[in-house]
């Protein structure tokens, strides 16, 4: 199975920050028709995961633009440029390009 | 809007299965595959599989093949996950999610405590 390797495992941040959340993958999540099957999520405290970035950069409907991810390959990163209160959760990064389809082990987003 | 309702909290005992719902709303059901996760402490976040709610199909994380099977209704626009045989290890909140490769959805998740 692709193993996804998130860090740091914890970020502790204050509001106006700007920081960033790296996934790095066992193996090229590059797909053979072309698309980078790499996605970003969040999860607030007693809430489902929420999808944030889909396809390595794209930024999903309603999603502030203060969110942003890159990379290709096996290295990939989420960058949030000004922390707002309401951003923190456990971050995860998630391929779906290999079957099966794994997550990284999560980031947790905290105040300093 | 579009939204994933999933049935409420199980306790069940050990060696027994139970059969958790998702009941899609406010998107045609048959245009998007559903997927199913598991979240434990543990564990994290763990893929168990997807159907095809068109034609049935399926697709399952070989770690999940003979523990959950999934399957729809379609004229309710619900899909359904069967845990069988379940042990404490089976005990998580599982979530539905629109969706194969790109889950913009989410149930609101179902809590399984096994135990006896």
């Known amino acids: 199975d692709v193993v996804l390797t998130q860090t740091p495992p914890t970020l502790s941040a204050t509001i106006g920050q700007s920081v960033s959340i790296s996934c790095r993958s066992s193996q090229s999540l590059l797909h053979s028709n072309g698309n980078t099957y790499l996605n970003w999520l969040l999860q607030r405290p007693g809430q489902p995961p929420q999808l944030l970035i889909y396809l390595v950069s794209r930024l999903e409907s309603g999603v502030p633009n203060r969110f942003s991810g890159s990379g290709s390959g096996t290295d990939f990163t989420l960058k949030i440029s000004g922390v707002e209160a309401e951003d923190l959760g456990v971050y995860y990064c998630v391929q779906s390009t290999h079957a099966p389809h794994t997550f990284g082990a999560g980031t947790k987003l905290e105040l300093k | 809007q579009v939204q994933l309702q999933q049935s409420g909290a199980e306790l069940a005992k050990p060696g027994s299965s139970v059969k958790i719902s998702c009941k899609a709303s406010g998107y045609t059901f048959t245009s998007y595959y559903i997927s199913w996760i598991k979240q434990t402490t543990g564990q994290g976040l763990e893929y168990i599989g997807y159907i095809n709610t068109g034609s049935g199909g399926t697709n399952y994380n070989e770690k999940f093949k003979g523990k959950a099977t999934l399957t729809v209704d379609k004229s309710s626009s619900t899909a359904f996950m069967q845990l069988s045989s379940l042990t404490p290890d089976d005990s998580a909140v599982y979530y539905c999610?629109?969706?194969?490769?790109?889950?913009?959805?989410w149930g609101q998740g179902t809590l399984v405590t096994v135990s006896s």
């Open positions: 999610a629109r969706g194969a490769a790109i889950r913009a959805y």
